[in-house]
T-cell receptor, first 110, second 115 residues
């Protein structure tokens, strides 16, 4: 089966940099995705890594190391609006569903 | 605007009273799925549909039904709701489910309370 581990909570201040780690176990690997969910809202797609390395999208970057079954989401120049839950996700072995980690709640303070 | 629309957004019902949560997408997506989100348990898949011809169970299908009569709609049916189905439900869709196309677009969510 698949399992993903990520920290439950992270706190940071405005302007700082924070890294949210995700380790995964999966029988077949098709890439690592990241989603953001504000309180009471819908999850929204942030990034997808199929190959090793860093993908950058504005203030957010995502990294993948397939040999270590590990990835992280890097958020730079933190803003209050970045306070949200962040989920890593992988496809299940059958390729029929995204399996989500339990999420990391990021709290950004001023 | 490209979106997934769910209704109702909020519903309080009683045990045993059949209900349907509708889901519609306007992006011509083949793949649609239902998730439930519970505190401490994250997002868990209930049912999915690869296309109008293929629908199958996810990880937590007990007590739910779905149908996919047309590409855009994927309703979730609770034939006899029970309190353990109190949850936040999300419908999601994507072009397909593999590779770069597995970007899920989620609906706004439906918060269901079963008394």
């Amino acid at each position: 089966g698949q399992s993903l581990e990520q920290p439950s909570e992270v706190t940071a201040v405005e302007g700082a940099i924070v890294q949210i780690n995700c380790t995964y176990q999966t029988s077949g690997f098709y890439g690592l995705s990241w989603y953001q969910q504000h309180d009471g809202g819908a999850p929204t797609f942030l990034s997808y890594n199929a190959l090793d390395g860093l993908e950058e999208t504005g203030r957010f970057s995502s990294f993948l190391s397939r040999s270590d079954s590990y990835g992280y989401l890097l958020l730079q120049e933190l803003q209050m609006k970045d306070s949200a839950s962040y989920f890593c996700a992988v496809l299940n072995q059958a390729g029929t569903a995204l399996i989500f980690g339990k999420g990391t709640t990021l709290s950004v303070s001023s | 605007e490209a979106q997934v629309t769910q209704n109702p957004r909020y519903l309080i019902t009683v045990t045993g009273k059949k209900l349907t949560v509708t889901c519609s997408q306007n992006m011509n997506h083949e793949y649609m799925s239902w998730y439930r989100q519970d505190p401490g348990l994250g997002l868990r898949q209930i049912y999915y549909s690869m296309n109008v011809e293929v629908t199958d169970k996810g990880d937590v299908p007990e007590g739910y039904k779905v149908s996919r009569k047309e590409k855009r709609n994927f309703p979730l049916i609770l034939e006899s709701p029970s309190p353990n189905q109190t949850s936040l439900y999300f419908c999601a869709s994507s072009l397909s489910v593999g590779g770069q196309n597995n970007v899920l677009t989620f609906g706004a969510g439906s918060r269901l309370t079963v008394l």
